[in-house]
């Protein structure tokens, strides 16, 4: 066992107007509130963080955003800056999704920039990660992964990093019902880990909490979360019914 806190995730995605994510936020306070030893955390879309923010705040429910800018602030319509995440008491920001990658032309580059906002700013990163089926299947699956966490890693020291988390999210599993087998995720996180190791050494590889994320369920997460390097879970789906999520969150009962 290791004595990584497990954290669960949810990613609303583009899901939920402001009364939506306010009632499901409220039903989730209660219904975890008695949930011990882990940590949970919801993203919902950026309209919905301050109404949310009212209800979660003083509960076990952590806020997070599903992106941001890097820039403090300035003439770029449409875009959240850092400063405007910690106003809604925001406490994750979820870097690099592979929907981000794969429809708003996120690089390596831009996912760097973004973490540096991030921890400038003492949120907490979650670099997401991940390959796609047609790499997964050419075998590059480590070359990928070795690619987006040094490229999104670049120029920090390991002091920087204390507070990361990583969330392993096959592009293949996420949305489609296919979850990767308990020994493919863990045979990815353990490379994660070890890519984490040799750059910034083993106390921060030893600390750093690595999710998985794509179609987890209620009957799934307990067997994912028995895997050694699997420190807990980035939902998307099965997070948006609050009754769903809890038993994702008390997956040890
Ligand atoms: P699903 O749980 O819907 O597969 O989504 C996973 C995900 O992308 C979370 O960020």
């Known amino acids: 066992m290791s004595n990584r806190r ?6 609303w995605k583009m899901f939920k107007t402001c009364s939506e994510a306010v009632e499901t936020a409220g039903q989730l306070v209660k219904l975890v509130a008695m949930a011990s030893d882990i940590d949970v955390m919801i993203a919902p879309p950026f309209t919905a963080l301050a109404p949310v923010s009212d209800i979660v705040r ?5 806020l997070g955003a599903q992106n941001l800018f890097w820039e403090t602030e300035g003439a770029y319509t449409g875009e ?11 406490k994750y920001v979820i870097i690099g999704h592979s929907e981000r990658r794969q429809y708003f032309d996120e690089t390596g580059e831009t996912v760097n920039k973004k973490i540096k906002a991030v921890i400038k700013n ?7 990660v ?12 480590f070359s990928v ?13 390991s002091d920087d990093l204390e507070t990361l988390v990583i969330a392993y999210e096959p592009v293949w599993a996420i949305g489609t019902g296919k979850t990767a087998s308990t020994d493919q995720a863990q045979e990815a996180h353990q490379f994660l880990r070890s890519v984490l190791e040799k750059s910034f050494g ?3 590889a030893k600390s750093i909490r690595i999710l998985y994320g794509g179609s987890v369920k209620p009957n799934n997460i307990a067997e994912l979360m028995a895997m050694p390097d699997i420190d807990g879970a980035l939902v998307g789906g099965a997070s948006l019914d609050p009754e769903t999520f809890s038993k994702i969150v008390h997956f040890k009962k």
Do not use: Y
């Not at 959240?80 to 925001?90: F, G």
């Not at 991940?130 to 699956?141: A, C, N």
């Open 145 to 157: 992964l070795d690619k987006q966490i040094k490229k999104g890693l670049e120029g920090f020291s």
């Open 122 to 128: 003492n949120l907490i990163p979650v670099l997401c």
């Open 58 to 62: 003083g509960s076990r429910v952590s």
């Open 80 to 90: 959240i800056s850092p400063a405007m995440l910690v106003s809604t008491e925001c």
């Open 130 to 141: 991940g390959e796609s089926e047609k790499e997964r299947e050419s075998k590059e699956t």
């Open 202 to 204: 083993n106390m921060l």
């Open 6 to 11: 497990p954290l669960i995730a949810g990613n």
